[in-house]
């Protein structure tokens, strides 16, 4: 039960990280160009 409280949570906030990443890239490439 303990396990796949946690797992759900830590996928939830590295999907969050991964979109901030690409959404700061994605503002850094529209930014150079």
């Known amino acids: ?3 796949e409280m ?3 949570s ?3 906030i ?3 990280t ?3 990443s690409v959404l700061m ?3 850094v ?3 150079i160009q």
């Open 1 to 3: 039960m303990h396990n």
């Open 14 to 16: 590295i999907g969050r």
């Open 25 to 27: 890239i994605a503002g």
């Open 29 to 31: 490439l529209t930014l």
């Open 6 to 8: 946690i797992q759900p």
């Open 10 to 12: 830590r996928f939830g």
């Open 18 to 20: 991964c979109i901030a």
